[in-house]
């Protein structure tokens, strides 16, 4: 114990401070009701984001620069977390933050396929800037994904994108890339529980296993819906990870007649204390983030000297950052008040 108090006294502190500053429900509201994008902003100017957008005129900034705006915060925040903890702590911490490093390769990949400019690619990458595994102008350079392919030997996603090459060399479709780096880097991630101590592995192992059972909720969703794949090429592509949903419930739920019966079948699991009345197959997301920020909650409320809190803070500021960006673009494109509620995390029908 007096080593854990030891080792987290200082990022602690840091985490309870920085989790202090995350947006009220009051706010969320305000926003909600706000008439306009510009309205948003103004509010935002009252909270812990006042620096952020200090000098920023509303009406002058676009969705993307607003984008870039919040999660630059995020990832001062990663650096901060970084910074206070060990080498064990650290090294997992920043692959936790190279979940933003695939969202830019896989955007890249996905430009480059679909034949948009470099130009207009970059302004649709997130503004990552430590902790990097490539340099993405020199990605941008790349004119097929073979160049890309061939940039990223010795890297981390050396692996899943030459296991994938011959099948996107036969189809041109970004899919198998896709889903090689999605399940390499979750596969990574769970694995890399393993060297952490043995009680910081049971607390974040939890946390972790929460987010691979959503993911694996969700991507079974779009499978069904989108790709029309069989059971078997469904189960294929799940991760063989998480908290509550092992092979038995992954398959049931691949196996259903109608997509919208999963909802159903996940009333049986821990995850139907989410499923409200009104949760629809669109609004399930939501639903289970609520679910997944009422877990996150607890562990500020337990054992104070534990990775499960900075995990927790990381995640609850991304869900801030989902619900803001979420609200903003509701109010750029005209959706109502209604509309709209049904896709914020934070704020429930009232």
């Known amino acids: 114990m007096f080593t854990a108090v030891f080792k987290y006294a200082y990022p602690h502190a840091k985490v309870r401070a920085m989790k202090g500053l995350l947006i009220s429900e009051v706010k969320y509201r305000d926003m909600l009701n ?3 994008f510009e309205q948003v902003i103004h509010i935002l100017q009252t909270t812990s984001y006042a620096e952020s957008f200090r000098g920023i ?4 900034l676009s969705l993307q620069a607003f984008s870039d705006i919040l999660y630059r915060s995020l990832f001062l925040d990663y650096h901060k977390t970084i910074r206070s903890v060990d080498k064990i702590a650290r090294d997992f911490l920043i692959l936790c933050y190279h979940k933003y490093e695939l969202f830019n390769l896989k955007m890249i990949l996905r430009g480059i396929i679909s ?6 690619i970059a302004t649709l990458l997130l503004p990552t800037d430590r902790y990097t595994l490539f340099s993405k102008d020199a990605l941008l350079q790349c004119q097929d994904v073979h160049a890309v392919i061939t940039h990223l030997q010795g890297t981390f996603f050396q692996y899943p994108l030459n ?4 099948r996107f060399d036969e189809e041109q479709e970004f899919f198998p890339l896709e ?3 999605d399940l390499y880097y979750y596969n990574s991630l769970w694995d890399k529980l393993g060297n952490l101590p043995d009680a910081d592995q049971i607390i974040v192992k939890e946390i972790v296993g929460v987010l691979l059972d959503i993911l694996n909720i969700t991507w079974i969703i779009r499978f069904k819906e989108h790709y029309h794949f069989s059971p078997e090429e469904i189960l294929n592509y799940t991760i063989q990870h998480g908290n509550s949903l092992r092979l038995k419930e992954r398959r049931s739920f691949s196996e259903a ?3 919208a019966s999963i909802l159903d079948l996940l009333k049986a699991t821990p995850y139907g204390k989410a499923l409200t009345d009104d949760v629809q197959l669109n609004t399930l997301h939501v639903a289970l983030s609520r679910y997944f920020i009422g877990r996150l909650q607890k562990f500020f409320s337990g ?9 927790g803070y990381l995640l609850l500021k991304e869900f801030e950052i989902s619900d803001m960006l979420t609200i903003a673009e509701a109010k750029r494109y005209g959706f109502s008040i209604e509309q709209s ?7 429930q029908q009232g």
């Open 179 to 181: 889903m090689a780096l």
């Open 115 to 120: 034949h948009v400019p470099a130009d207009k």
């Open 303 to 311: 054992d104070p000297f534990q990775m499960g809190i900075i995990i």
């Open 34 to 36: 706000a008439d306009t």
């Open 341 to 347: 509620r049904h896709y914020v995390i934070h704020t």
């Open 57 to 60: 005129a509303p009406t002058d």
């Open 163 to 166: 296991l994938a090459l011959r």
């Open 257 to 259: 007649s109608e997509t």
